[in-house]
């Protein structure tokens, strides 16, 4: 088959170069992810030995289809049953593939190798937000700050605020503002200093820990660069700084950088993404081709015509503007009510219209919001009309207390001394080491400036504990030395099941949970656990311990999973417009437009152009979820402290219908559009 076939003229453009800096700027529902696996399988067509290729994107599961993709389209090229080739890895598989992951598994699998020479062990632990939570307690107990002057919450969201752009404690020091900032700042160094003592990072340092490895050790930027002769990066527009530089460093020398994303798609400056880079990527790369993919095969003409004459207003943008492929459709409508429960009220009643007389499907329908107090009245109307929903944001399965209390069992058993973790687990079942015992064991830690686990090893500082404590750490130490004995020379799925007999797990859930259907769920939990331990023992190549802890802890930073899982569901789907990115729905309603929702509140008081610019494209975003109708609606007033305030039709709305010159003709006129 050749290489460029089905595909556009644009597409083929960016599928057969080959060679040097190339900038895809693809717009929303063009097919950027047929380019992307097009390319590298052309890539391999042409040669390219398939293991000298890196694929990076941002979710798992972009990833994860990244390869399967690859996989089927080389398939001409190798013999075999179909989608064998490029699928992830399996053990007895030995035929080469390309990398494609996402950046935190590639910083992941860098520092695995690499980790001794910034000080921390190779198996290191990744701690997640729970973790994280738990340490900056102890460090804001220990600067005896006062219960209100910073909150841990806080604390981490300043301190993860200055890793994504590349500010180590030394800097954030001089950089502080704010009274709350410099509280931070102290912490900033007590909490990385902690990190490090218990072999731990958290995710953002996945990221600053590998630019600080590539920037200190040339030796090792070096090596790892010259395992790739080709790098792509996916979803360019959301990189932040650390990504930048890292893959800066790995594209330097051979120059064959591919980046593929949409300015006008860029919605996570909150979160470290820098849209200068993609629209600088000139600039860096003078001799860069760029490939512009312009024609949308998602929504109908007049809903391009309304997303593009919103983002025009963006000054700061790669000239371009989608192309309807499909017929013109219906005109989006813009419906304005007297208040936000007639506001809702309305929107669920075209709904149920929708799917008792038009027999549209719930799961063909979603209600998009900006921001996540502003479903609530719409889940009351929902419920009230019986219509099914699902709503994005529900607790992740590894934020059970079962599942926590087991990964942190692993956790601990990989790198004893991680206490964040032995200390959530070292009395649950309860051992004898009550909370008395562990205080005491702790101040000794910290007066030797050791690990807990450390002084719990030595028997003099032992000696005057209670028998039953002194028998409960040695339960725990022979939990430990069976449960990794087990993982190393039989399974995983061993070493569970002999981690759950040993600690009498199952007993501990009938102590707590009374009703049958509790304890039933929290085991199912459990069996999940070793269901998700098998999938990753049978997939991985050399499965140990410290491997199924980086595959859980990545998993539980996105929400790709959870997507998968209500999209089974045939229910009306309620998502932020954050959220709803990647997503697209036969019918869309937009809801809350006004100043103060979109663009948020925040973005208005700031009065920066950069702020409005983002919540713009948010709003874009929003707007090409939608294939065939589009409904955007406002309230006129919305209640604030219990009583109704006026609001401002969003200055967006102005945007989209030519009438930015003259906002108050809008609010004047009145009724729908």
Same mark, same amino acid.
């Given at each position: 088959m050749n290489a460029t076939h089905g595909l556009n003229g644009p597409q083929a453009e960016a599928v057969a170069t080959l060679r040097g800096p190339l900038l895809v700027l693809a717009g929303a529902g063009t097919g950027k992810t047929r380019v992307v696996t097009f390319r590298i399988a052309n890539l391999i067509r042409n040669g390219i030995a398939p293991d000298r290729i890196l694929a990076v994107t941002f979710t798992n599961k972009a990833a994860g289809e990244m390869q399967e993709r690859v996989g089927e389209l080389i398939q001409s090229r190798r013999s075999g049953p179909k989608g064998r080739v490029l699928k992830r890895s399996r053990r007895g598989d030995d035929s080469p593939k390309p990398t494609i992951s996402t950046f935190h598994s590639q910083c992941v699998r860098i520092l695995r190798e690499h980790a001794r020479a910034l000080g921390y062990p190779k198996k290191f632990s990744i701690y997640d937000r729970s973790d994280q939570e738990s340490l900056a307690r102890t460090v804001l107990r220990e600067l005896k700050l006062p219960g209100t002057a910073l909150?841990?919450?806080?604390?981490?969201?300043?301190?993860?605020?200055?890793?994504?752009?590349?500010?180590?404690?030394?800097?954030? $020091? !001089? *950089?502080?503002?704010?009274? =709350?900032?410099?509280? &931070?700042?102290?912490?900033?160094?007590?909490?990385?200093? #902690?990190?490090?003592?218990?072999?731990?990072?958290?995710?953002?340092?996945?990221?600053?820990?590998?630019?600080?490895?590539?920037?200190?050790?040339?030796?090792?930027?070096?090596?790892?660069?010259?395992?790739?002769?080709?790098?792509?990066?996916?979803?360019?527009?959301?990189?932040?700084?650390?990504?930048?530089?890292?893959?800066?460093?790995?594209?330097?020398?051979?120059?064959?950088?591919?980046?593929?994303?949409?300015?006008?798609?860029?919605?996570?400056?909150?979160?470290?993404?820098?849209?200068?880079?993609?629209?600088?990527?000139?600039?860096?790369?003078?001799?860069?081709?760029? $490939? !512009? *993919?312009?024609?949308?095969? =998602?929504?109908?003409? &007049?809903?391009?015509?309304?997303?593009?004459?919103?983002? #025009?207003?963006?000054?700061?943008?790669?000239?371009?503007?989608?192309?309807?492929?499909?017929?013109?459709?219906?005109?989006?409508?813009?419906?304005?009510?007297?208040?936000?429960?007639?506001?809702?009220?309305?929107?669920?009643?075209?709904?149920?219209?929708?799917?008792?007389?038009?027999?549209?499907?719930?799961?063909?329908?979603?209600?998009?919001?900006?921001?996540?107090?502003?479903?609530?009245?719409?889940?009351?109307?929902?419920?009230?009309?019986?219509?099914?929903?699902?709503?994005?944001?529900?607790?992740?399965?590894?934020?059970?207390?079962?599942?926590?209390?087991?990964?942190?069992?692993?956790?601990?058993?990989?790198?004893?001394?991680?206490?964040?973790?032995?200390?959530?687990?070292?009395?649950?079942?309860?051992?004898?080491?009550?909370?008395?015992?562990?205080?005491?064991?702790?101040?000794?830690?910290?007066?030797?400036?050791?690990?807990?686990?450390?002084?719990?090893?030595?028997?003099?500082?032992?000696?005057?504990?209670?028998?039953?404590?002194?028998?409960?750490?040695?339960?725990?130490?022979?939990?430990?030395?069976?449960?990794?004995?087990?993982?190393?020379?039989?399974?995983?799925?061993?070493?569970?099941?002999?981690?759950?007999?040993?600690?009498?797990?199952?007993?501990e859930i009938s102590r707590n949970y009374e009703k049958t259907e509790e304890r039933e769920a929290r085991m199912s939990s459990i069996e999940e656990m070793i269901n998700a331990i098998g999938a990753y023992q049978d997939g991985a190549t050399k499965p140990d311990i410290t491997g199924f802890l980086s595959e859980i802890a990545l998993a539980g930073r996105e929400m790709g999973n959870e997507k998968d899982k209500l999209a089974q569901q045939n229910a009306v789907w309620l998502l932020t417009m954050h959220a709803a990115k990647g997503l697209e729905f036969p019918y869309v309603f937009m809801v809350g437009l006004e100043d103060g929702i979109l663009p948020h509140s925040r973005s208005v008081k700031s009065g920066e152009e950069n702020d409005i610019a983002e919540e713009r494209r948010l709003c874009y975003v929003g707007i090409t979820r939608a294939q065939e109708i589009l409904t955007l609606s406002l309230a006129l007033t919305r209640r604030k402290w219990g009583k109704p305030r006026p609001t401002t039709p969003s200055r967006f709305l102005y945007e989209i219908t030519g009438k930015a010159d003259n906002p108050n003709q809008y609010r004047k006129k009145g009724g729908n559009r």
């Open positions: 909150k841990p919450s806080d604390m981490l969201a300043i301190i993860s605020s200055w890793k994504n752009e590349s500010i180590l404690p030394d800097r954030a $020091v !001089y *950089l502080a503002g704010t009274d =709350r900032e410099h509280f &931070a700042a102290a912490a900033y160094r007590r909490y990385q200093n #902690a990190l490090k003592l218990q072999g731990a990072m958290d995710f953002d340092d996945l990221l600053l820990q590998t630019e600080q490895l590539f920037e200190e050790h040339s030796e090792i930027r070096d090596q790892e660069a010259a395992k790739y002769d080709h790098v792509l990066v996916d979803e360019y527009q959301d990189t932040n700084g650390s990504q930048y530089r890292i893959t800066r460093h790995l594209t330097e020398k051979h120059r064959n950088f591919c980046v593929v994303g949409d300015d006008d798609q860029s919605i996570y400056a909150w979160r470290g993404a820098d849209v200068t880079h993609i629209l600088n990527f000139k600039n860096d790369w003078p001799d860069a081709k760029v $490939v !512009y *993919l312009q024609d949308n095969y =998602r929504s109908t003409a &007049a809903i391009l015509e309304m997303a593009n004459r919103l983002i #025009a207003y963006n000054t700061i943008r790669h000239d371009k503007r989608l192309i309807a492929s499909r017929p013109p459709g219906k005109r989006p409508r813009i419906e304005q009510y007297k208040d936000e429960i007639t506001e809702s009220k309305s929107v669920v009643a075209q709904i149920t219209q929708l799917i008792d007389n038009e027999h549209v499907q719930p799961r063909d329908i979603a209600i998009l919001f900006r921001t996540n107090e502003q479903p609530r009245l719409f889940e009351t109307e929902l419920r009230k009309a019986k219509v099914p929903y699902v709503m994005l944001g529900s607790q992740s399965f590894f934020d059970r207390k079962e599942i926590r209390d087991l990964i942190s069992y692993l956790k601990w058993i990989e790198q004893p001394s991680d206490e964040v973790s032995l200390l959530r687990v070292i009395n649950t079942p309860p051992r004898g080491l009550g909370s008395k015992t562990v205080k005491t064991l702790i101040g000794r830690a910290v007066e030797r400036g050791v690990p807990v686990w450390e002084v719990m090893q030595d028997p003099s500082a032992l000696t005057d504990l209670p028998v039953a404590a002194r028998k409960g750490i040695s339960q725990l130490a022979e939990v430990a030395s069976n449960v990794r004995q087990r993982a190393e020379n039989e399974s995983l799925t061993d070493a569970m099941r002999t981690l759950l007999d040993q600690t009498a797990y199952a007993d």
